[in-house]
């Protein structure tokens, strides 16, 4: 996947791979809204192309997902 297969706003929902990521989804809900595509190199601390997700359970939380390499969660 790269970042030209999401638009803002979209709909995605997610799966923990990790205990972290389990929590997370538990915690906010499996259903995320797309808030920003990032791409490599745009900020320092981004290492990867990336996206910004928000929680459509509480529309408060955010998350970063890596879509090279993410430890923690994996799209459905």
Known sequence: MNLD????DQRIKLQGKSPRGENRIM???????????WVKGYFPWIEEDS????????????????????????LI
Do not use: Q
């Open 5 to 8: 297969s999401f638009s803002i």
């Open 27 to 37: 915690e906010h809900g499996d259903m995320w809204r797309v808030k920003n595509k």
């Open 51 to 74: 996206i910004l997700l928000e929680s459509l359970t509480d529309r408060v939380t955010s998350s970063w997902l890596n879509l090279i390499v993410d430890n923690d969660l994996k």
